[in-house]
Nanobody
Framework: QAQLVESGGGSVQIGGSPRLSCAASGRGFRFVAMGWYRQATGKERELIAGISVEGSTNYADSVKGRFTISRDNAKSTVDLQMNSLKADDTGMYYC???????????????WGQGTQVTVSS
């Protein structure tokens, strides 16, 4: 079992730079990749950034160059630094503990409860 708790969301202006954090508990964190996912209203949840235990990363084209995922294996945390936010970045952001150690995290074993990010002018 694992528990994931996200924090750092809220209302942000276009161009803002919030940082999301996910704290993991349980035994799985140090062995598998972690991912950040976004679900906009009426759309499917999508992987936007993933990171393996060793630090290999994968980004969706929509956030590449603007978002940076990082993890601290000692603290069992994974962060998402978001820069140059756009209105299209609005959505619920979820942290996921992956089933494998692939940064392209397709299968998620555990989800956090999500944190809302709303981008407006």
């Amino acid at each position: 079992q694992a528990q994931l708790v996200e924090s750092g969301g809220g209302s942000v202006q276009i161009g803002g730079s919030p940082r999301l954090s996910c704290a993991a508990s349980g035994r799985g964190f140090r062995f598998v990749a972690m991912g950040w996912y976004r679900q906009a209203t009426g759309k499917e949840r999508e992987l936007i950034a993933g990171i393996s235990v060793e630090g290999s990363t994968n980004y969706a084209d929509s956030v590449k160059g603007r978002f940076t995922i990082s993890r601290d294996n000692a603290k069992s945390t994974v962060d998402l630094q978001m820069n140059s936010l756009k209105a299209d970045d609005t959505g619920m952001y979820y942290c996921g503990l992956c089933a494998t150690n692939q940064a392209m995290c397709i299968e998620v074993r555990f989800w956090g409860q999500g944190t809302q990010v709303t981008v407006s002018s």
